[in-house]
């Protein structure tokens, strides 16, 4: 059977990802790979801890407008076939590999969810669990967990190579991603190039996540004799297998939810397996450029068990298994100006001998090696990613369009062979026009704002015009107090947001001047202003679901029971904000029904309930020992710590 590239749907039942947040993500949200604040390291370990750490999903939107509820839906899809192996992805949803098939066996070699189940995983909220992800930029979940790509397909060496690429703004890179089956060959071929065409260097982050299914004795392999993790805010290095007395490469041995990321030995090829009891499983390889594999774990005890319910339905529990381009997740690594970085990577099955896996460690490395330098395509990796170099600059044909931003950089060196379009719309590109003639057109201040900007040349001209073209227009002032807020000059911002206001009321000064004051500790001013801001944009649940998260962040309960008075039914039922209004209550003194709203219809649990939040079981244990005087333990629907200890 030759190679064959088509483009398809597949029918799931999914969340609706709902409309974008209507402000910008000025405040942030946690991101558990940047919560670590001491390094116990050696001088030789070189992971450039907490280098390029971003502090919000700026100038993405967050994706935070979906519900839990599922309805079946058509997915777009492209699929590569050959007579060994079918690879399916979702083009639509940041290109994952949602499933690659074994045909020999007809197994699928990765987790692959029985539904589309938004949760609050990403840098920009939505995610959802299964397959393989491509996170590039920032550290986390790509913003483009959720979001279309540009697909294409180029004409190959005898076989159709699909192309998914776009431009990530926040580090100004364009990257691109070539997939492809050989007709005789049994692993998908990815690669993988990122390009930094400007004149600074950029901090870079780039992680395949792996999402493979848990097997009850399954077993991963990595040449590795150590790991970095992370454990009560430190992170350090552990020698493997053994960890406190766990073998973690038989992960569901490990107690808690954690993270490996592997030092890989050197004189090994570069390669993570996931084997099954039998000794059959995934096997990744990569050249070298990816210097790093991981291993996560929601680890093995109630609150885990909860995640993985949270995530699916019935498809059961997953790993995941990551490769990298740094050492770890703790922080980025430095890319030059004018540089393009390109690796490979493959994907296909593995089957060592059941009997090898009773060997002991270091023997089942070598096993895995001698398997994959004479049973694989990896002793000529690096030199098919040198002579493919060529074909991953040829143009292709596009079948489908991503965002416009990488038109609007058409410009900049790097992007040739890549077609961009500026569609629909974004066809009035304002910030363009405002490149070329410093003034920025204005807007209805009752309507949400246009696309954020990013950069010291929008800054820059936006502070010499507000004074001459742009000196009567409310936007100017706003755009003006955001990018002065993304800079740290909250002074600055203030004074923008101010003037904006002056000129025409708008919500939106309004959220940016709460934002800056939660940021100089005016909690006070912080509720004042983001209840002007509610006022004014009542109607816009995104508005009004922000503005409870600041009045929570600024400790303003009584605010929020007032507030919750004055939403219509349908705003009253928003999940998150129906657990805010809860939380408020019971620390207003109105424990008893506080508690019944957080018990109804079976357990509140917030759609966009984020990973290591343990605001609701910690909620639900006040209450409790408040009316009982009794500690109870957490019900089993709130209980998402997977800290045991918790």
């Known amino acids: 059977m030759k190679s064959t590239l088509r483009f398809d749907e597949i029918v799931l039942p999914a969340a609706d990802l709902g409309e974008t947040s209507s402000v910008p993500d000025l405040v942030g949200h946690v991101n558990l790979q940047q919560s670590n604040t001491e390094f ?53 949803l940041g ?51 959720t979001a279309p790509l540009y697909v294409a397909n180029v004409k190959g060496d005898g076989y159709p190579i699909l192309r998914m690429y776009e431009y990530e703004r926040i580090r100004r890179v364009f990257y691109q991603m070539d997939f492809w089956l050989e007709e005789e060959s049994r692993f998908l071929n990815c690669r993988m190039r990122v390009v930094n065409p400007g004149t600074e260097v950029v901090p870079m982050y780039w992680w395949s996540n792996i999402a493979v299914p848990e097997h009850e004795k399954g077993r991963i392999i990595v040449p590795a004799k150590q790991a970095y993790t992370s454990k009560a805010g430190k992170v350090y290095k552990v ?90 997740q703790y922080g980025c690594i430095p890319m030059a100006p004018h540089t393009a970085w390109e690796w490979m990577e493959q994907y296909g099955p593995v089957q060592l001998a059941k009997e090898d896996l009773s060997q002991s460690y270091e023997k089942l490395k070598s096993i895995t090696a001698d398997y994959i330098l004479t049973k694989t395509e990896y002793p000529d990796l690096e030199e098919k990613l040198v002579s493919t170099k060529q074909t991953a600059k040829e143009p292709a044909s596009a079948v489908a369009c991503g965002s416009p931003f990488g038109a609007w950089e058409k410009e900049r060196r790097g992007t040739e062979h890549l077609f961009f379009e500026d569609l629909g719309k974004h066809s009035k590109n304002d910030w363009q026009e405002f490149l070329k003639t ?42 003006l107090g955001v990018l002065e807020y993304q800079e740290g000059s909250y002074r600055h911002a203030r004074k923008a947001f101010e003037k904006s206001l002056e000129i025409a009321e708008n919500p939106w000064a309004c959220h940016g001047l709460a934002c800056v004051c939660l940021q100089e500790k005016e909690e006070a001013k912080t509720s004042r202003y983001i209840c002007q801001g509610m006022a004014l944009a009542k109607d816009e649940l995104s508005y009004i679901k922000e503005g409870f998260r600041l009045l929570d962040l600024c400790h303003d309960s009584a605010g929020i029971v007032k507030w919750y008075e004055k939403l219509s039914k349908i705003q009253k039922q928003e999940s998150r904000i129906r657990f805010l209004y809860a939380k408020a209550l019971h620390q207003t003194g109105k424990s008893k029904e506080a508690f019944a709203i957080l018990n109804e219809n079976g357990g509140l649990i917030p759609d966009d309930f984020r990973e290591g939040e343990v605001s609701v079981e910690q909620l639900w244990s006040e209450i409790q020992e408040t009316l009982t005087g009794e500690k109870l333990p957490v019900p089993h629907v709130f209980r998402f710590s997977t800290n045991p200890s918790s």
């Open 40 to 92: 116990v390291l050696g001088e030789t370990d070189e992971i450039y801890e907490g280098y390029g750490q971003y502090p919000s999903a700026y100038p993405y939107r967050q994706n935070n407008g979906y519900k839990g509820e599922l309805r079946q839906k058509k997915l777009k899809t492209a699929v590569l076939e050959n007579a060994y192996l079918r690879a399916e992805f979702l083009t639509e």
């Open 95 to 145: 290109g994952r590999l949602w499933s690659l098939i074994d045909k020999s066996t007809g197994k699928n070699l990765l987790y692959t969810n029985d539904v589309l189940q938004f949760r609050n995983l990403a840098v920009c909220n939505a995610w959802f669990s299964g397959g393989v992800e491509w996170n590039i930029g920032i550290i986390g979940h790509s913003p483009f967990t």
């Open 239 to 328: 020698d493997i297998p053994v960890v406190e007395g766990v073998d973690v490469t038989r992960y569901k041995e490990i107690p808690q939810a954690v993270d490996y990321f592997f030092e890989l030995e050197k004189d090994f090829p570069t390669y993570i397996a996931h084997l099954d009891e039998t000794g059959y499983g995934l096997l990744h390889l990569s050249t070298k450029r990816l210097q790093s594999r991981k291993l996560f774990s929601w680890g093995n005890n109630e609150g885990s068990d909860r995640w993985q319910e949270f995530l699916t339905k019935d498809a059961g529990r997953y790993i995941e298994i990551q490769a990298g381009l740094g050492k770890t």
């Open 438 to 479: 410093g003034k920025l057109c204005s807007r209805d201040p009752k309507l949400p704002p246009g696309e954020f900007v990013i950069g010291r040349a929008y800054l820059d001209l936006l502070r010499k015009t507000v004074c001459t073209d742009n000196k009567d227009n409310w936007y100017a002032y706003y755009q």
